[in-house]
């Protein structure tokens, strides 16, 4: 199992103690940093701020959202930094919601499956640099000839020689159609939430990617990376109180009511009565009602917490179902250490 820190995306202000975080990360053996964005600080600038300290960790987003840029400014993105840092950029992708990508970045919602397709294609030209790069779909065409063109676009090729044309790119999914798709065009899955009690059902959207005609992978090249709070405490109960506000938030308010992703995904795990009690009481202001009502059950469900030797049986049970890697926010370097101690320690109790 590899440890990814989880930077996440900042609220009012940056995080005081982020450089520590990432230096510390890379002290204790974790494989990568990742930072988000929503609708605040972008998830690249981090990376290449606090990344440029580091000397061996992959530098994820996760995720960075497809309407913040147009496909061929996001490769830019990548190359950059891959260069950066000597090859260790891992690119994570996601469609975001209609709210934000309607609401803030003034773009359509509709099809998001197609246009992460044609999204990712386009990308795969840029660092391939074969050719210059042309896309005839209809969400991103290229070169531009729609309404106000002066016709004179030309197919251009980066002037920068991408470090790697097979720079990895990972996408972040949460329906079973977008799971698939993840499987057949990309190399790594980010689980916003992951459950190793309905793994069987992961495994079979992802089977059902890996059999399509074309896929770039299989599973034996392909990386699983699931979002999973770990912490190692003698007082679980109040870790689990800490949890259930984040996952309250989730399930309750990113998202319209019409359309919740995230909501759909507890769905699927069974726990349809107590989303509608969480989104209920969320929407109607009552946010530590909400947070009271996720149940225990549930937060054991996606997250690891508890003493030593209870997060090591947690870790092998989440590695058995099929996650290669467990993507963690820590709030301080003593609570990273005791992660990493747990996690990459010798000797994972055997099943």
Excluded at 132 to 138: A, F, I, S, T
Excluded at 222 to 240: I, R
Aim: proline share 7%.
């Amino acid at each position: 199992m590899r440890l990814g820190l989880q930077l996440g995306y900042w609220g009012a202000a940056p995080p005081d103690n982020a450089a520590e975080l990432v230096a510390e990360a890379e002290r204790a053996g974790f494989d990568g940093v990742f930072a988000a964005e929503s609708w605040g600080s972008d998830a690249f600038t981090p990376l290449s701020w606090w990344g440029s300290g580091t000397d061996r960790v992959r530098l994820g987003t996760s995720v960075a959202q497809l309407s913040a840029r147009s496909p061929t400014s996001c490769a830019m993105h990548a190359l950059t930094l891959d260069h950066l840092s000597g090859g260790r950029c891992v690119l994570g992708l996601g469609v975001s919601g209609p709210q934000v990508v309607e609401g803030w970045y003034g773009e359509p919602f509709g099809k998001p499956l197609a246009r992460t397709r044609e999204y990712v294609s386009i990308i795969r030209q840029v660092l391939a640099r074969e050719a210059p790069v042309r896309n005839d779909g209809p969400h991103y065409p290229l070169p531009f000839d729609g309404p106000g063109s002066l016709g004179l676009g030309k197919p251009l090729r980066p002037i920068t020689h991408p470090l790697r044309a097979d720079l990895p790119i990972w996408l972040g999914a949460e329906g079973p159609r977008n799971v698939a798709q993840t499987a057949e065009i990309a190399d790594g899955w980010i689980a916003v939430y992951f459950s190793p009690r309905i793994a069987e059902v992961y495994q079979q959207w992802l089977a059902d990617g890996f059999a399509r005609p074309g896929a770039r992978n299989d599973r034996s090249g392909f990386e699983v990376a699931a979002t999973c709070p770990v912490v190692v405490t003698d007082d679980p109960v109040a870790e689990k109180a800490k949890v259930k506000p984040y996952l309250a938030l989730y399930i309750g308010g990113m998202g319209s009511e019409q359309v919740n992703f995230h909501a759909d995904l507890f769905r699927r795990m069974g726990y349809g009565e107590v989303v509608e009690d969480i989104t209920g009481l969320f929407r109607a202001g009552q946010r530590a009602e909400a947070a009271a009502a996720v149940p225990d059950e549930l937060v054991d469900d996606v997250s690891i917490i508890g003493d030593r030797e209870q997060v090591r049986a947690g870790v092998r049970r989440w590695e058995e179902s099929g996650v290669d890697t467990l993507l963690v926010g820590c709030r301080d370097a003593a609570q990273l250490r005791a992660v990493a101690d747990a996690v990459l320690g010798p000797d994972l109790p055997q099943s």
